[in-house]
């Protein structure tokens, strides 16, 4: 039997993930491709990791770029082949994957995706897969929470968050409590969702690694890459949000990171 937790509302019903989280500007595939043009990627093969319904990809793939888009959800991958045609869709765990030695010239991870590696083994793990992946300065391009960010803060973990939206004629709200689990040293969520049809709420609970960002760099330099930028903003989920021709910034305080690392070393 399915256990209950280990499913997401969201990634298990991909048309709700994109009611949720509407992108119709394609900010984040626009932000992306800007940063694969400002660090050179040395070619158009592009590997979206945890490519989720496709988006990203397909925006990059309309950009000229050759593109791979991959995830471990099943749904996710069925969604994205039949409404976001042009990239190849493959299964990978971007906590260890072998996708072919060099057969990349860019790595793409969205909308905090990296921080699925809760260790340090799955930060190994995917850092190693990507220097596999990659051909010699190719690039790393990311984005995502910065654990820097709940140092003094509390202003996301103070309250729990009451959210809520329709989609096809049913309303959907969800009740979402944040906890820092300084041990583990991972951001945990619980959410609990209810729906107006009748169906019982649903308690999910995920959790994302906090990373700090001199301890990014530490992993990048040890893993043979070369920090081009790792920066809190302007990206595609800041605000103010990212507009074409903004340089990327200088500080890394604020709750995002964004990042643009060579492989300089291939070892
Ligand atoms: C927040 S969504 C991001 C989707 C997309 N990149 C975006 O920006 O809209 C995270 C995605 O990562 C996928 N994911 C979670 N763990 C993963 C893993 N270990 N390997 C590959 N994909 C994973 C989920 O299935 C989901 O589609």
């Known amino acids: 039997m399915d256990d209950p937790l280990s499913?997401?509302?969201l990634t298990d019903n991909p048309a709700l993930y994109e009611a949720r989280?509407?992108?119709p500007g394609r900010l984040a595939g626009r932000w992306a491709e800007d940063c694969l043009r400002r660090y050179a990627a040395p070619g158009p093969r592009v590997l979206d990791l945890g490519c989720g319904t496709g988006r990203d990809a397909a925006h990059l793939h309309a950009s000229?770029?050759?593109v791979t888009g991959a995830d471990l959800s099943e749904a996710m991958l069925e969604y994205a082949r039949a409404r976001r045609p042009g990239p190849v869709y493959v299964r990978a765990d971007l906590r260890g994957f072998d996708l072919g030695d060099g057969a990349?010239?860019?790595v793409v991870c969205l909308d905090s995706a990296l921080l699925y590696c809760h260790t340090n083994d799955q930060l190994d793990g995917f850092l190693a897969a990507c220097r596999h992946a990659l051909v010699p300065g190719g690039l790393l391009v990311a984005e995502m929470r910065n654990g820097a960010f709940f140092l003094g803060r509390t202003e996301l973990l103070d309250a729990p968050a009451v959210d809520g939206f329709v989609w096809q004629g049913v309303t959907y709200r969800s009740t979402t409590r944040l906890y820092v689990d300084r041990t583990a040293?991972?951001?945990?969520?619980?959410r609990v969702w209810t729906t107006d049809d009748g169906s019982p709420p649903v308690e999910?609970?995920?959790?994302w690694r906090l990373l700090f960002p001199q301890e990014l760099r530490g992993l990048l330099a040890a893993h043979g890459f070369e920090v081009l930028a790792l920066h809190d903003g302007p990206g595609p989920r800041t605000e103010p949000v990212w507009r074409e021709?903004?340089?990327p910034g200088e500080t890394a305080d604020a709750d995002r990171l964004h990042l643009a690392?060579?492989?300089a070393h291939r070892r």
Do not use: V
């Not at 040293?185 to 619980?190: I, K, P, V, Y």
């Not at 999910?204 to 959790?207: I, K, L």
């Open 7 to 9: 499913r997401n509302l």
């Open 64 to 66: 000229g770029r050759t």
């Open 261 to 263: 690392a060579r492989l």
């Open 185 to 190: 040293q991972l951001l945990r969520r619980t």
């Open 204 to 207: 999910q609970r995920s959790a």
């Open 104 to 106: 990349f010239d860019a």
């Open 21 to 23: 989280f509407p992108d």
């Open 245 to 247: 021709g903004d340089p």
